[in-house]
């Protein structure tokens, strides 16, 4: 998975009651955009590090902002 800043990863749920997440990339800590990243999310406006697994994706500002208009 690679990353930069100003991307945005999102998490989906693994429970049906439980919403996805999404997070502003603020910081890309590892090599060449590999993780660990630094993240804002939005439901908390915490910051984290952040290391993806299983069900994580990264997405642009434009597709992030499509996702949301619809």
Known sequence: M???SGN???VES???DQPKRHGLILEVHG???EPPYV???DDTEAETVF???PGTHI???EQMQQLHSH
């Open 2 to 4: 690679k990353a930069i």
């Open 8 to 10: 945005w990863i999102v």
């Open 14 to 16: 693994t429970h049906l």
């Open 31 to 33: 090599t060449d955009g």
């Open 39 to 41: 993240v804002r999310w």
């Open 51 to 53: 290391v993806p697994g």
């Open 59 to 61: 997405l642009t500002t």
